[in-house]
């Protein structure tokens, strides 16, 4: 009953936003990961890196450990748990004066960079034409993202890194995080939370044999 209901609730959503991407849609919100508003989906928004830490929380699981203080986000704020949990895992950072900027939108360059602290780091050559313009802190993670297929780039061969990402962007990402094996890593001291363990998802109904490697320490209680 329950996924009849997703499947419905994603067509009315698909049919009132203009998504195409539709089966991406319809496993996020079906695992409760997004959640559609007055407005639909709003696939062509730009998203806030507030929202961007929730969705990735409702994907893999991240729980607030412990209080954290940021000058920006204060606890009343519905985004502080999830800009916590993140910070705690090394995941998101700071700017150079300690902001989180919850309210800002993010770029395509700094969404590479939290799910690659995530999948580890590549210095394999990426083909897109425009690769040059990527941070250098960022390069070796759209390395990685890339060579998993997690990220593929835009039709004209580019990967915009000052680009915003953008809703449809970011449930297709989050969805191929979900459908696929990674490689995996060996993690590290300076990166505890890279992909290491394998995990089977056995009630992901789309790709019932997709497997995922994370660390022991993660918490995916309530993750769906």
Known sequence: MKKIVAVLLTFLIFISSGVSAFG??????????ISGDEGGLRP??????????KMLCNTFGFKMRKDAF??????????YGYITALYERGLLMGDEKGHMN????ITRAEMAAILGRITGTSMMDIPFKDKDSIPDWATPYVSKLYTLTIITGNDDNTF????????????LILTRFLEREFAGGEGSKDNPYLITEVYQFHNIKK??????????????????
Do not use: H, M, Q
């Not at 919850?102 to 939108?105: A, I, K, L, M, T």
């Not at 915009?160 to 449930?171: G, K, M, N, V, Y």
């Not at 790709?207 to 769906?224: E, I, M, Q, V």
């Open 44 to 53: 062509y928004d730009n998203v806030l890196r507030g929202e961007f830490a």
């Open 70 to 79: 940021f000058s920006d986000v204060s606890k009343d704020k519905w985004y």
């Open 160 to 171: 915009a890194p000052d680009a915003l990402l953008t809703r449809e962007e970011c449930f």
């Open 207 to 224: 790709n019932p044999f997709a497997s995922y490697r994370l660390d022991k320490d993660l918490d995916f209680t309530g993750c769906f």
């Open 24 to 33: 991406s849609t319809e496993l996020l919100l079906e695992k409760g990961i």
């Open 102 to 105: 919850p309210e800002d939108f």
